[in-house]
């Protein structure tokens, strides 16, 4: 199916040798599947199939702040890996744990365990800390103070801007540009925290954690007033309340941005714009082109989609307004963009994911072997 990020020293070249017929074969019957079974079971009794759920246990809020605040000193101790480690991505950590465990694995586990960032979120600790040394409000649900007419516009520019820099920049692997990108965006989170308050600025702001808290909607495993339950995958997408146009947008964005990244790859785009793939001229030769694509791709995608939602409307006899139905089943983007997700970055957590273990044991490249992984061969097979 062609080369995993020719661009980068991630990874060596991988091909898929199924053939590219079955896959599409796979994708059409899994979504003929579904609407065979949407126009065939009663909506009632889906409805209350998918709600059913089990309750667990009670889960404590006290160990958030200690698991924040180690998050936080691992994520301290990376930049510093970034910055004073070695110059290859593949024997930093810092690039292998943002891109392949944090962005590539972590999303998984926010799909499949529920929303474990909320404890591992780096900036809650120094918070909670920063709080009670300044004297500054904790309560999360203080009365807003981001405006509301900005919606989720913040969480997108900052995605759109994460994107662009993942996808477009000439080295977002270099470990000390990485580095450099990675801090000063925590401490302008803080201080947007600081400004606007934590609950706030997270929910609307922050881009990881809009994004994950999202993600974590599908997972089975949902935690409510404390108390831990185990239901169906998705099923709280069910009750998830319309979005402004602003969070339509982040959850496009979101499924754009990776559909982007695979077209961008193929022979076909470049073809377009008359690049030979097999003389790859690097991407910094490519950053108008891929600027353009990343947007073009995003816009597409909201046109296509508000299309389908205004066909839908018409079809149906609904009346509510455009925005509040495209901001409810926007929802259904979500296993859609985490499937993608996964498929898309599978190769690459299996393949990097091995050399973050090994750069793991010998974080700053002086011979160690904190955690007996630094020796271990890396099979790309």
Known sequence: MGKLKPWSSFAPPSVLLLPTGYYIAGGALAVAFSFLTLALLPPAALDRFWRRRLSLFTVSDHPRTVLSLL??????????????????????????????????????????????????NPWYGPWRVASRVFSLRTDEADPSRLPKWLGYWPAFVLFFG??????????????S??????GIYWLLSFAAICVFGYGDWSRRGEFLTVFFSMV???????????????????????????LPASGTAFLLLALSSVSFD?????????????????????????????SFGLVLTFI??????????????RLAGDGQPFEKAAGLLVWS???????YHIAHYLTALLVDGQYALVALSDPFALGWNLFGTADRMVEAG
């Open 333 to 339: 983007v979500v296993p859609i963009a985490l499937a």
């Open 216 to 242: 974590a909607r599908f997972a089975p495993l949902q935690r409510e007033k404390g108390r831990l339950h185990l239901g169906w995958p998705g099923a709280k997408l069910l009750s998830a309340s319309s």
């Open 177 to 182: 540009r990485l580095a450099f990108a990675a």
């Open 262 to 290: 695979g077209l961008s790859k193929t022979f076909f785009w470049l073809g377009l714009f008359g690049v030979n793939p097999l003389e790859f001229p690097g991407r910094t030769a490519l950053i108008g082109i891929g």
């Open 162 to 175: 994460f994107a662009w820099f993942e996808l477009i920049d000439p080295a977002p692997d270099d470990p």
């Open 300 to 313: 597409l995608l909201a046109a296509v989609f508000a299309l389908a939602v205004s066909l839908g409307q």
């Open 71 to 120: 998050s936080f000193a691992g994520f301290v101790l990376l930049i510093a890996t970034g910055l004073f480690g070695s110059r290859d991505p593949l024997s930093n950590p810092l690039p292998l744990v943002i891109w392949t465990l944090l962005w590539a694995g972590f999303t998984l586990l926010q799909g499949a365990l529920g929303d474990l960032w909320s404890w591992l």
